[in-house]
């Protein structure tokens, strides 16, 4: 078991704020390798930074703050549908307490839109990715701390 962060969040759309945060002891899911943290990849990921904001642990979280939802249709021949998932809510999500951990961010890299569409651009994928953006940033409590 490591020691980490439960930290919950309540969100509406792109706005987010933080409910809680709890130390705790508990399994954490693996970061991405520094190799993945350079690639240019679409999505949301949280991030734990250091002093300097030089990041200590990335990992996507893109699956549990999705703009669809699955659901069963009842169809056999078509078993699961997809719908635009509830703009508003909580997640809670799990990052390592990291001894040089000051702060966690949730980032943004989505996609470029063509102009007049919200579907993701496709034709050039080394521009099809905007520019990193931070959509929270909350400091951690000090040595042990909830709030």
């Not at 702060?103 to 579907?119: C, F, L, P, Y």
């Amino acid at each position: 078991m490591d020691h980490a962060w439960r930290l919950t969040f309540a969100f509406d759309g792109d706005k987010f704020s933080l409910k809680s945060s709890q130390r705790i002891l508990k399994r954490i899911p693996r970061g991405q390798s520094r190799d993945d943290m350079a690639a240019s990849k679409a999505g949301r990921f949280v991030e734990v930074r250091g002093a300097n904001r030089e990041v200590l642990y990335r990992r996507a979280v893109t699956e549990l703050l999705s703009p669809t939802v699955e659901y069963p249709t009842g169809d056999p021949a078509r078993p699961l549908g997809r719908a635009a998932a509830p703009r508003r809510g909580s997640v809670s999500i799990l990052v390592p307490a990291h001894a040089d951990g000051r702060s966690v961010a949730i980032v943004d890299t989505g996609r470029e839109k063509h102009e007049g569409s919200t579907k993701p651009r496709t034709d050039t994928p080394s521009t099809s990715v905007a520019a990193p953006r931070d959509l929270i940033v909350i400091d951690l409590p000090s040595e042990g701390g909830a709030r």
